[in-house]
């Protein structure tokens, strides 16, 4: 007797089932490799420094030559900033 070699007839038998399954294990997996890409670019993100710009008090000072205001620059971010320019525009309201 010869046997051939192959699948077995019940490879064929394919329930809706279990299309549905695989469809949703690949788009389980593809939205896990979206939030961790995500994930990834948020990261790069946060670790940026922020500069943070105010006066400090008592605020704007009348002096004899004019008005005073003292301007304190600080780093609010977790890695260290460079202040490369800073442009500074009066007006008055």
């Keep these: ?3 051939v070699l192959g699948f077995p007839s019940e490879f064929w038998n394919i329930k809706i089932t279990d299309v549905l399954l695989v469809v949703a ?3 389980l997996v593809g939205s896990t490799i979206g939030l961790w890409l ?3 670019w948020t990261s790069e993100i946060t670790q940026r420094g922020y500069v943070k710009m105010s006066h400090t008090p ?3 000072i009348w ?4 008005l005073t205001v003292t301007i304190q620059l600080r780093n609010a971010g977790k890695t260290p900033a460079a202040l490369t ?3 500074l525009k009066t007006f008055l309201l």
Excluded: F
Aim: aromatic share 0%; no cysteine; proline share 11%.
């Design 1 to 3: 007797m010869l046997m």
């Design 25 to 27: 294990t690949v788009a």
């Design 38 to 40: 995500s994930g990834q």
């Design 58 to 60: 008592p605020g704007v």
């Design 63 to 66: 002096g004899p030559t004019g």
């Design 85 to 87: 320019g800073l442009l």
